[in-house]
């Protein structure tokens, strides 16, 4: 159990557009996710957490205009660069808490690269 | 705020050889740790979850012990592969306030066949 399935996992866009990431729990039903940012040789950062129904958390210094996040029904969130530009190029990976044994699970990510 | 810290950043061993990866943090009033595994481009695979109340967790050829008063917890990889080459993470869950993960920086293994 604890199945996250990530899409896509890998995403080349022009500055000035927008890309949509998608994060889907495959067997359980998900009320938060959490949104991750990685930098080359640097560890995930937290940028937002996720709440089905309602409007996603922001960590501080994440421009929530800039990454819009929707969190539907229980199984899929979506992370949206809009705008994009180059700075904005890193893996993003989403990841499910889990009660019990299993602790977090994560997506397999995706990069993004804004040329 | 809690910082996580791991030591070393990157290691290098031939095959065969035992290993102990170490992670510190700064608040003990944590949730849970965990240890993470990442390829590289890839996502991250939980590998072994400790309780708050627990010493440590053992999985096949791993061992992950846990020290909450003194903050630190280590990674023991017994008999290392080739395979086993890769970034380890360890990630702790406050007991209090929001529930996301605070993770450290990474060690990135190498075993040398």
């Known amino acids: 159990g604890a199945v996250v399935s990530q899409h896509p996992s890998r995403v080349i866009c022009k500055s000035g557009t927008s890309v949509k990431i998608e994060c889907r729990s495959l067997d359980f039903q998900a009320t938060t996710m959490f949104w991750y940012r990685q930098f080359p040789k640097q560890s995930l950062m937290l940028m937002a957490t996720?709440?089905?129904?309602?409007?996603?958390?922001?960590e501080q210094g994440v421009e929530k205009d800039k990454f819009l996040i929707n969190h539907a029904s229980l199984t899929l969130s979506t992370l949206t660069v809009t705008s994009a530009h180059p700075e904005d190029s890193s893996f993003y990976i989403c990841?499910?808490?889990?009660?019990?044994?299993?602790?977090?699970?994560f997506g397999s990510g995706t990069r993004l690269t804004v040329v | 705020k809690q910082e996580v810290t791991q030591i070393p950043a990157a290691l290098s061993v031939p095959e065969g050889e035992n290993l102990v990866l170490n992670c510190s943090f700064t608040d003990s009033a944590i949730y849970n740790l965990q240890w993470f595994r990442q390829d590289p481009g890839k996502g991250l695979t939980s590998l072994l979850l400790i309780q708050s109340s627990q010493r440590e967790q053992t999985s096949g050829r791993l061992n992950a012990s846990l020290d909450k008063s003194s903050g630190r917890s280590t990674l023991y990889i017994a008999a290392s592969q080739p395979g086993d080459s890769a970034t380890y993470l360890c990630a702790v869950r406050r007991r209090t306030g929001a529930n996301n993960l605070f993770f450290g920086t990474g060690t990135r293994l190498t075993v040398i066949p």
């Open positions: 996720s709440n089905e129904g309602s409007k996603a958390t922001y």
């Open positions: 990841s499910v808490y889990v009660q019990g044994a299993r602790g977090y699970t």
